[in-house]
């Protein structure tokens, strides 16, 4: 009965640490997958995470489900860490909140919901994005078409061509943006940059559909990266936002997230979460509850809160400084003149290196460095002792 069935293709991002794994020389490095390691290059359990289940286990919390749209206090934090506590779509009750299974669930959600509602509406995604985007779209069938972002002559934003290509899409599509540190190119636009993409979107009744996966870790302050959300909520716009808490509290094998809709009314949120509840129900019923309950214990408690915040900090800090020293060991080493200077100017997680599909696997299969074959590394997976050695390869993959 199953002979019909062909194998799937693995996935570009998460099939490289398949291939790490397998690999035995000593100086190999994986780069592929954005998660955070440490210095030593081992995962990291934040502080904070192992005090929330610590209240947990004090307060004898129960494993009762849930209800279809997730805990109370998560949803209210994830809200006010988002917006701001006193940011006045909140007071009026104007945001549908809905505790998704992480960034990725929130976001097909979120796709279920725009296919129910807006069937002939299509989503516009930048060029190139987070590979997952065509996937979740795909098999929401919501229809999608790319507009540019990245300039390679530059290794900088195409803003000109994103501006453009927003403009020439039909009235009324979604824009899917990246709030903060866009994967894979790590390029944001500036601020002045946001109040002219959100002119051109309120221009065209476009919806904007914002994709949160690293508030608090691009420059280590959760307002700065919310700042693009909110100047588009303060604007009066409606919006989605999909949440994730895999970076920013190291949560990723926990999945979870949230799907928020800013509405223009507190009547039309009702109406949406309770569409979203609907959508949920018949895909997973609940979500789990133990992600829910550590950022809400961390963000319920003011001693937690402001230790999560210099733990973020300090995670965002050692990757600023990997980013800087790759940076001054490529500068030195190269004698070719080129200008490295792109590294320094990309933020978050990753740096796009514009390394090409055969220079990516020269870095694989002669230097051991295992990424993705666009040519993105995370830095969050290199330590300081190692930058030295990834300038060598990158230097030696560049020029032959
Ligand atoms: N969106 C973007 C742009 C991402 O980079 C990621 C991965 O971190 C996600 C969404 C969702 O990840 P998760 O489902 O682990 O929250
Ligand atoms: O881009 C990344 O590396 C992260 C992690 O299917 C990730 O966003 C990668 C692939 C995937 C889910 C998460």
Same mark, same amino acid.
């Given at each position: 009965r199953f002979e019909g069935v062909t194998m799937a293709p693995p996935d570009p991002i998460l099939g490289v640490s398949e291939a790490f794994k397998a690999d035995t020389n000593s100086m190999k490095l994986n780069l592929g997958v954005g998660a955070y390691r440490t210095e030593e290059l081992q995962p990291y359990v934040l502080n904070v995470v192992k005090k929330a289940e610590n209240l947990m286990l004090e307060r004898g919390d129960n494993k009762e489900y849930l209800p279809i749209e997730g805990l109370a206090a998560f949803n209210r934090a994830t809200a006010e860490l988002l917006l701001g506590a006193d940011n006045p779509v909140i007071k009026q009750e104007r945001v549908a909140t809905v505790q998704g299974l992480s960034g990725t669930g929130s976001l097909r959600l979120a796709a279920a919901f725009i296919q129910r509602y807006f069937p002939d509406a299509k989503v516009l995604i930048s /060029? +190139? =994005? $987070? *590979? %997952?985007h065509k996937n979740i779209f795909n098999d929401a069938r919501v229809p999608w078409s790319e507009y540019r972002y990245y300039d390679p002559k530059t290794v900088g934003l195409d803003f000109d061509g994103m501006i453009s290509d927003i403009k020439a899409a039909p009235n009324g599509s979604f824009v899917l943006l990246h709030?903060?540190?866009? %994967? +894979? =190119?790590g390029i944001d636009p500036t601020s002045e940059q946001w109040e002219i993409i959100a002119d051109v979107i309120q221009e065209k009744n476009h919806i904007p559909f914002f994709d949160v996966a690293y508030q608090g870790f691009a420059s280590g302050s959760l307002d700065e990266d919310a700042s693009s959300v909110r100047l588009f909520v303060s604007r009066g716009m409606e919006l989605f936002v999909a949440q994730s808490y895999s970076k920013n509290l190291g949560l990723y094998a926990e999945r979870i997230g949230a799907v928020n809709v800013i509405c223009s009314s507190s009547d039309a949120a009702a109406r949406v979460k309770s569409q979203l509840k609907r959508l949920a129900r018949p895909m997973y019923s609940n979500p789990p509850v133990h992600g829910a309950r550590i950022v809400a214990n961390v963000v319920g408690d003011p001693a937690l809160f402001s230790e999560w915040k210099s733990e973020m900090e300090f995670m965002a800090g050692r990757i600023k400084s990997v980013r800087k020293r790759l940076f001054e060991n490529l500068s030195q080493k190269d004698? /070719? *003149?080129?200008? $490295? /200077?792109f590294i320094l100017k990309q933020i978050g997680?990753? /740096?796009? =290196? *514009?390394?090409n599909k055969a220079q990516s696997d020269n870095m694989t299969n002669k230097w051991h460095v295992y990424m993705t074959k666009d040519g993105r590394i995370s830095?969050? *997976?290199?330590s300081l002792s190692k930058c030295e050695y990834l300038a060598d390869a990158i230097i030696d993959s560049y020029h032959n």
């Open positions: /060029s +190139p =994005t $987070w *590979g %997952n709030g903060c540190a866009h %994967n +894979p =190119t004698k /070719s *003149g080129k200008d $490295w /200077s997680m990753f /740096s796009f =290196t *514009g390394l830095l969050a *997976g290199l």
